[in-house]
């Protein structure tokens, strides 16, 4: 192998952008290594106060974890290993509220699904919409206040479903949803985070995007509704 194939391999790709897998291992390693010591760390703490604080970081670690992941599943999109099937989308949204509880006490805030009747299924691959769901349940984590929880909703729109996660922070700028839904004009928002949700959303014939309300944002993906029952 030439100097020039190993530059090309291990180098940026032609569209500029860093190689995935390496710029996955390279943000990994180190954010395992933080959350392993704060855990030791807390084993050593009697102070409460102390321990929270610890408490806090550990989970900020398993945040960034979670987002070094799911930029090692987008470079595996085009492999085609992830299916789609009929998903209970309430059951999704529920097992995201679940997950990110610790994460959400550890701040102040709580998150919660709207509860509604007989939620219709979609068509989604049950890995990738968690990781969508996940990522704007992270995005939305610092905005609104104590009294207002961040809240997850399943809406059916004729053929479609719109699963959101509404919250109550500062909304985008008047301009309607951007061509490219990673910027958010919200500092404390993970521009890398959406980008990869936009490429899982692709990946399942779906699309983000965003409602603006007037004291908040809605994360939301549209998906395909499943006719799967109605052919019972």
């Not at 100097?3 to 032609?14: K, M, N, T």
């Not at 970081?57 to 960034?64: G, H, N, P, W, Y």
């Not at 936009?198 to 409602?211: N, Q």
């Amino acid at each position: 192998m030439t100097r020039r194939d190993i530059v090309q391999s291990h180098g940026p790709s032609y569209d500029g952008s860093f190689g995935i897998m390496g710029a996955a291992h390279e943000l990994k390693a180190p954010t395992a290594l933080m959350r392993q010591l704060a855990l030791e760390l807390r084993e050593s703490l009697s102070d409460t106060q102390q321990r929270q604080l610890v408490d806090q970081l550990i989970l900020t670690s398993e945040r960034s974890l979670r987002l070094t992941s799911n930029l090692t599943k987008t470079a595996r999109l085009e492999d085609g290993l992830f299916e789609l099937e009929p998903i209970n989308a309430q059951q999704i949204c529920e097992e995201v509220v679940q997950e990110l509880a610790p994460l959400y006490r550890a701040h102040g805030r709580t998150l919660d699904v709207q509860p509604r009747r007989n939620p219709p299924l979609v068509v989604a691959n049950r890995e990738l919409l968690r990781r969508v769901l996940l990522g704007f349940g992270d995005n939305a984590l610092h905005y609104g206040s104590e009294k207002t929880p961040v809240v997850l909703t399943v809406e059916r729109a004729q053929r479609r479903v719109v699963v959101g996660v509404r919250d109550t922070g500062p909304i985008l700028p008047h301009r309607g949803i951007p061509a490219n839904p990673a910027i958010t004009g919200r500092p404390a928002s993970s521009g890398l985070g959406l980008m990869i949700a936009e490429r899982f959303a692709a990946a399942m014939e779906s699309h983000i995007g965003t409602h603006r309300h007037r004291d908040g944002m809605t994360f939301y993906i549209n998906m395909m509704a499943s006719e799967q029952l109605a052919l019972l």
